[in-house]
């Protein structure tokens, strides 16, 4: 059923989202992933997949741009099928107490992680709809469900995602267009190196008691987006933090 349909995932090179590329190779997608910089991550990424028969390619773009995102949509729509999924991951945190937090940092999370998502749903938006259907998540996080002291920017571009994500799917609803998010708490990549599971008031906060893996977030992502009757939720994947 997925033969010849293309999934974009942005911030596919690592981590959450090269965990969800594969997963969505695995069930026949071609994987166009969009990342910033890391050449090699994004290079295995792509070999991973097309190491399951689907067609994968990695393009660099800043998703904050709304020309960059256009030209790089543009260019994927040229490269590949008809598109079915996109999946909106790429994030970054700057971190920092409000009281001083610099307007930059602000800016960029803001840019990369609420304006990145809209680009892309604002680039590919006619593409789904002209396909008659489609696929979209966005990758929120309990931040943006509880907010989160010294991280203030970073939860205010995870609240927004569910704005975005609720709006776009009844927009989107009467073209047979879906739009959900997921909600990760703890999850363990690159972005949390920092966090040890030694922490045990970290660990306090989990009920289930332990940190997620990326495959805990894929599967919600893949149960989403198989989910024909499902719109506008926010699935948590957060081992009961914010419940
Ligand atoms: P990660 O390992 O740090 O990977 C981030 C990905 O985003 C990389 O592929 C990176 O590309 C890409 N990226 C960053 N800035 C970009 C930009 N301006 N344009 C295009 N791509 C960009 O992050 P992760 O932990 O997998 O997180 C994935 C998503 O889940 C994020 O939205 C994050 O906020 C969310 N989330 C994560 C957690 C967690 O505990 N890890 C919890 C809640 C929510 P390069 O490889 O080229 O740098």
């Given at each position: 059923m997925?033969?010849?349909?293309?999934?974009?995932v942005?911030?596919?090179?690592r981590g959450?989202?090269?965990?969800?590329a594969?997963?969505l190779?695995?069930?026949?997608?071609?994987?166009?992933?969009?990342y910033?910089?890391?050449?090699?991550?994004?290079a295995?990424t792509?070999r991973?997949?097309?190491?399951?028969?689907?067609?994968a390619?990695?393009?660099?773009?800043?998703v904050?741009?709304?020309?960059?995102?256009?030209?790089?949509?543009?260019?994927?729509?040229k490269d590949?099928?008809p598109?079915?999924?996109?999946?909106?991951?790429a994030?970054?945190?700057?971190d920092g107490l409000?009281?001083?937090m610099?307007e930059?940092?602000w800016d960029?999370?803001?840019?990369?992680?609420?304006?990145?998502?809209f680009?892309?749903?604002?680039?590919?938006?006619?593409?789904?709809?002209r396909?008659?259907?489609?696929?979209?998540?966005?990758?929120s996080?309990?931040?943006?469900?509880?907010?989160n002291?010294?991280?203030?920017n970073?939860?205010?571009?995870?609240?927004?995602?569910?704005?975005?994500?609720?709006?776009?799917?009844?927009?989107?609803?009467?073209?047979?267009?879906?739009?959900?998010?997921?909600?990760?708490g703890?999850?363990?990549?690159d972005?949390?190196?920092?966090?040890?599971?030694?922490?045990?008031?970290?660990?306090?906060t989990i009920?289930?008691?332990r940190m997620?893996?990326?495959?805990?977030?894929?599967?919600?992502v893949?149960?989403?987006?198989?989910?024909?009757y499902?719109?506008?939720?926010?699935l948590?994947?957060?081992g009961?933090?914010?419940?």
């Amino acid at each position: 059923m997925a033969e010849g349909k293309t999934a974009i995932v942005t911030g596919g090179s690592r981590g959450i989202g090269r965990e969800v590329a594969l997963r969505l190779a695995d069930l026949g997608y071609d994987i166009a992933i969009v990342y910033i910089g890391d050449e090699n991550e994004a290079a295995e990424t792509v070999r991973d997949c097309e190491a399951k028969g689907v067609k994968a390619k990695a393009y660099v773009c800043n998703v904050a741009s709304f020309e960059e995102t256009k030209a790089v949509v543009a260019e994927i729509r040229k490269d590949f099928g008809p598109l079915w999924i996109l999946v909106n991951n790429a994030g970054i945190t700057r971190d920092g107490l409000i009281a001083f937090m610099k307007e930059e940092d602000w800016d960029s999370v803001l840019g990369v992680n609420l304006k990145g998502a809209f680009n892309m749903i604002r680039h590919t938006a006619a593409l789904f709809i002209r396909n008659k259907g489609g696929r979209i998540v966005n990758i929120s996080s309990v931040s943006g469900l509880m907010g989160n002291a010294g991280q203030a920017n970073y939860s205010a571009s995870k609240a927004g995602i569910v704005g975005l994500t609720k709006s776009t799917a009844r927009e989107l609803a009467p073209k047979g267009i879906t739009c959900n998010a997921v909600a990760p708490g703890f999850i363990r990549t690159d972005m949390t190196k920092n966090i040890t599971e030694d922490n045990s008031e970290l660990l306090r906060t989990i009920p289930l008691g332990r940190m997620g893996d990326v495959s805990d977030v894929a599967s919600a992502v893949v149960f989403l987006l198989s989910s024909p009757y499902i719109t506008g939720e926010v699935l948590r994947v957060d081992g009961g933090i914010a419940m």
